[in-house]
């Protein structure tokens, strides 16, 4: 527990738990957003010079935004709220404590192929109670996300990234490559005031899930 309130993200995070279980509030899911990379690790740089750290927290904050306006909102945590570093396992330890319904992984793709293009969903490799509706839900998501920015399924995928394999007993987990910072065109969408559509899609998905 030590290790986990070094971080101030997490005393906020762990201070926002106490205040939910303490009293009765009108939610539909508990969903944990887990914004990849931060800190000193950028993850992809784009062909125009955009950090997929910096992306997926515009978007992870896009998306806090509109469910705040929604009449039912959904319970939100994410697992970073400003440009820090948090270790995987801190990130799955944080949805095991909150009991979350739904950890989803939010990151952009890079290639040394300028050509390649759209978005894909990673589920665990690892069979877990949560296997089939993470598939489910991963395929939803990115049918959603394609129509609505207009980009190219690369379908859903199976991986043995930490951060699904240590949730996948726990709750439906899945990662989401947003599309190519590597592409010219996809980084220059992704960068052009364009978050609200990709956030609005990936929050009607999970509401409707």
Do not use: W
Not at 159 to 172: G, H, K, M, R, W
């Amino acid at each position: 527990m030590k290790n986990l309130l070094k971080n101030v993200s997490f005393v906020i995070l762990l201070m926002k738990m106490c205040l939910i279980f303490g009293q009765e509030i009108d939610v539909q899911k508990r969903i944990v957003i887990d914004v990849g990379h931060g800190g000193k690790d950028a993850g992809a740089i784009g062909i125009n010079g955009i950090q997929e750290k910096d992306v997926v927290l515009s978007i992870a904050n896009e998306i806090l935004r509109l469910n705040d306006d929604l009449d039912k909102p959904l319970d939100i945590y994410l697992t970073r709220y400003s440009d820090t570093l948090i270790s995987l396992s801190d990130r799955t330890k944080l949805t095991k404590a909150l009991n979350a319904d739904l950890f989803l992984s939010l990151h952009c793709n890079h290639s040394d192929n300028t050509d390649a293009r759209g978005i894909e969903v990673y589920a665990s490799r690892k069979h877990g109670k949560f296997s089939k509706p993470s598939v489910f839900i991963g395929y939803q998501i990115e049918r959603a996300l394609c129509k609505a920015v207009g980009y190219e399924s690369r379908g859903v995928k199976f991986a043995n990234f930490q951060v699904l394999s240590e949730t996948i007993d726990y709750c439906p987990a899945v990662l989401i490559e947003l599309g190519f910072l590597s592409n010219r065109d996809e980084a220059s969408y992704i960068s052009d005031n364009n978050i609200k559509p990709i956030a609005l899609s990936i929050l009607s998905s999970i509401q409707n899930q």
